[in-house]
């Protein structure tokens, strides 16, 4: 089934451990995103990538690095994680059409001790 | 600063009652999408509004886009069970030449048999 994949689903990292997330649709849509979902703060726009080859900051960028290594793929890089990271994480895919709405992975929950 | 402010936060009601969530901004919109998201998941879109005053509907869910466009409301009628989750509005901007979308907070919706 076309959709969003997300990988792992779940993390448990020490602090100043690193990680990537991984994050593949196969929907042939040019945007991606991350974001991260906290109790009472909503989705936070971590990183977006409009099309393949860039990829510009979101709302909560510090801590965080991505790439964009192809249409299909954007990966989320944790280089060294503290608690404040800790969090449920989700990719999106989207059309070009502004609006448009987005496809979601069914997240990754990592915790930071 | 939240663009987007849901109420309420929460909500619990019995099966049957009728509820409304609202979705509120000091900025206008070029349109309002209306997603729901279940333990584990990411979010589903459920519904894209796009002309101020209009109403949708999706079975027992009715949604209104207001007329200048900085606000949405959610309208279920006989809430179901099946009807538990989060509900998220959210929104496209263009920031720095590309498309963003801004999530309110969430309400979080149980509907107790």
């Known amino acids: 089934n076309a959709g969003v994949t997300q990988t792992p689903k779940f993390q448990v990292l020490k602090t100043g451990q690193s990680m990537t997330l991984q994050c593949a649709q196969d929907m042939n849509h040019n945007s991606m995103y991350w974001y991260r979902q906290d109790p009472g703060m909503g989705l936070r726009l971590i990183y977006y990538s409009a099309s393949e080859g860039t990829t510009d900051k979101g709302e909560v960028p510090n801590g965080y690095n991505v790439s964009r290594l192809n249409k299909r793929e954007f990966s989320l890089r944790l280089e060294s994680a503290a608690p404040s990271q800790t969090s449920v994480y989700f990719c999106a895919c989207k059309l070009g059409a502004f609006d448009s709405p987005l496809h979601f992975g069914n997240g990754t929950r990592l915790t930071v001790t | 600063t939240q663009l987007l402010e849901q109420s309420p936060q929460f909500l619990s009601i019995q099966e049957g009652e009728n509820l409304t969530v609202y979705c509120n901004s000091s900025s206008v919109f070029s349109s309002l999408q209306w997603y729901r998201q279940e333990p584990g998941e990411g979010p589903v879109l459920l519904v894209t509004?796009?002309?101020?005053?209009e109403v949708k509907k999706l079975k027992r869910l009715t949604f209104q886009f207001g007329d200048a466009r900085k606000d949405s409301s959610l309208h279920i009628t006989a809430a179901q069970p099946g009807d538990t989750g989060l509900y998220l509005c959210?929104?496209?901007?263009?920031?720095?030449?590309?498309?963003?979308?801004?999530f309110g907070t969430g309400t979080k919706l149980q509907v107790i048999p």
């Open positions: 959210a929104g496209p901007l263009m920031s720095g030449g590309y498309q963003k979308v801004t």
């Open positions: 509004v796009v002309t101020g005053g």
